[in-house]
């Protein structure tokens, strides 16, 4: 079964609005936890780096105060994009790293319209 | 800093075709490589994996290995079926420990044909 969640798998929001993506780790402690963004049939970039209860580290170019990231438990961590563009619209993935194992998340389809 | 460049895609094969997916890379130090399998609908999945040169890391038929003299990883398998339809990322960490922060490739769309 899946091991790293998200949720919600797609959705679909007005520009200007905040959409929140939530990456669980199912079964395990997940000190750290990686963002990626996947653009349509390109690879997956790295956008940021948290681990538990400390700010994150984000990749060059990519706005902090646009896609806010918190990982207040070792299961949760979540990502936030606000005031959302219809450039905003990707494929976002988490992955889940603990000791011994690091998994991916399934994804978010984010649309903005 | 590090890169990842993957043979560009999309490939096409009839079943039980063989097929290889050429992973090169660049990185400083000794990086793990890592086959990822991403099929239609669903999330990213390790396939493979190798730590250290000459190492060959394998899974449901496929292959690839660690060639530190050509800073390659490889993917190959002899016979591939339908089910095989999918994006492969080739993707290196040069990070030990479990925090695993990965490069990845540009992917390559393979569609097997029966």
């Known amino acids: 079964g899946a091991v790293v969640s998200q949720h919600p798998s797609r959705v679909i929001c007005k520009s200007g609005t905040s959409v929140k993506i939530e990456c669980r780790s199912l079964?395990?402690?997940?000190?750290?936890m990686f963002w990626y963004r996947q653009f349509p049939k390109k690879s997956l970039m790295l956008m940021a780096t948290?681990?538990?209860?400390?700010?994150?580290?984000?990749e060059q170019g990519v706005e902090k105060d646009k896609f806010l990231i918190n990982h207040a438990s070792l299961t949760l961590s979540t990502l936030t994009v606000t005031s959302a563009h219809p450039e905003d619209s990707s494929f976002y993935i988490c992955?889940?790293?603990?000791?011994?194992?690091?998994?991916f998340g399934p994804g978010t389809r984010l649309t903005v319209l | 800093g590090d890169s990842v460049t993957q043979m560009e895609g999309p490939v096409t094969l009839s079943e039980e075709a063989f097929l290889t997916i050429n992973c090169t890379y660049t990185?400083?130090?000794?990086?793990?490589l890592f086959w990822y399998v991403q099929y239609p609908g669903e999330g990213l999945q390790l396939l493979l994996k190798?730590?250290?040169?000459?190492d060959k890391g394998s899974n449901k038929g496929f292959e690839a290995t660690y060639r530190k003299e050509t800073t390659s990883f490889h993917l190959e398998k002899g016979s591939v079926q339908v089910s095989d339809s999918a994006v492969y990322f080739c993707a290196l960490s040069d990070q030990g420990g479990s925090a695993r922060q990965l490069t990845f490739g540009s992917g390559t769309q393979l569609t097997v044909l029966p």
């Open positions: 190798a730590t250290k040169a000459d």
């Open positions: 948290s681990n538990e209860g400390s700010k994150a580290t984000y």
């Open positions: 992955s889940a790293s603990g000791p011994g194992r690091s998994f």
């Open positions: 079964d395990f402690q997940a000190t750290t």
């Open positions: 990185a400083t130090g000794y990086p793990s």
